[in-house]
């Protein structure tokens, strides 16, 4: 009788503990989707929801980034992100005010909820600069967030295009470059960057700009055309204000 007790206490536990660990499974999505170093300099961070500890995985996010780069400024990518934190949303914020750094905001119509909030909070308090299309509407307004830069891309590329910048996304009659952005359709901006090093550069001039070896592999360079025009304004203002020699 002593050892089948023991048996089924036993198996009870065990259920116990996996319904435990199961349960925090579930609970234990993060609020920050993705953090990566672009162009060398360029941190990205891609929210999913504004929670309780955005604000926390942000600050942990760019010490991390920080560690092996000079970051010269931030995207923040908002696209599809939803949440229901405005307390979150404005301790986050904060931590961009804090880093007195460059900034550009990423937003489409999946962007929802204190997601709006965030963005909003961003380019009115810490002049953040808004990419992309028209957010959901903000609750409090009942109207949809406006970029100020308006580029629009169909959901499905966006989607595939946010897992992998670089990626070319597939296209159809209804799905074709130009459709996908009226003004600069899937173009590498990664040069404009370099044109107005060259321009400014001790006020004199373009410098000169040594040819790429045939050996050598092209460089890759960001398709999703809402990242790519963020990533130019970031590497734009950081020559502007680079201390001259």
């Given amino acids: 009788m002593t050892r089948h007790f023991l048996w089924i206490f036993a198996v009870a536990l065990a259920g116990l503990l996996a319904a435990q660990i199961s349960s925090r499974a579930d609970t234990a999505n993060t609020a920050l989707a993705k953090s990566a170093v672009l162009e060398s300099n360029v941190a990205y961070l891609r929210v999913g929801r504004v929670g309780k500890n955005l604000a926390d995985e942000i600050l942990a996010a760019q010490g991390a980034l920080a560690v092996s780069n000079k970051i010269a400024g931030t995207v923040l990518d908002l696209r599809f992100a939803d949440g229901n934190d405005l307390d979150s949303a404005k301790a986050a914020?904060?931590?961009?005010?804090?880093?007195?750094?460059?900034?550009?905001?990423?937003?489409?119509?999946?962007?929802?909820?204190?997601?709006?909030?965030?963005?909003?909070?961003?380019?009115?308090a810490h002049e953040g600069l808004i990419f992309g299309s028209a957010t959901q509407a903000i609750k409090f307004t009942g109207a949809p967030l406006q970029p100020d830069i308006v580029v629009a891309v169909g959901p499905e590329d966006e989607r595939t295009l946010m897992e992998n910048p670089y990626a070319t996304p597939a296209?159809?009659?209804?799905?074709?470059?130009?459709?996908?952005?009226?003004?600069?359709?899937?173009?590498?901006?990664?040069?404009?960057?370099?044109?107005?090093?060259?321009?400014?550069?001790?006020?004199?001039?373009?410098?000169?700009?040594?040819?790429?070896?045939?050996s050598e592999p092209p460089k890759p360079f960001i398709r999703d055309p809402v990242l790519a025009r963020a990533v130019?304004?970031?590497?734009?203002?950081?020559?502007?204000?680079a201390p001259r020699s």
């Avoid at 003004?183 to 590498?188: M, N, R, S, T, Y």
């Fill in 171 to 214: 296209q159809n009659e209804t799905n074709a470059p130009a459709a996908t952005n009226n003004i600069l359709p899937f173009v590498d901006h990664t040069s404009e960057a370099d044109l107005v090093r060259a321009k400014i550069k001790d006020g004199d001039g373009f410098e000169p700009v040594p040819l790429q070896r045939a």
């Fill in 232 to 241: 130019d304004l970031i590497k734009g203002l950081a020559i502007v204000h």
């Fill in 93 to 124: 914020a904060d931590l961009f005010a804090a880093k007195k750094l460059p900034l550009a905001i990423l937003v489409n119509g999946g962007t929802r909820g204190d997601a709006v909030a965030l963005a909003a909070i961003l380019r009115e």
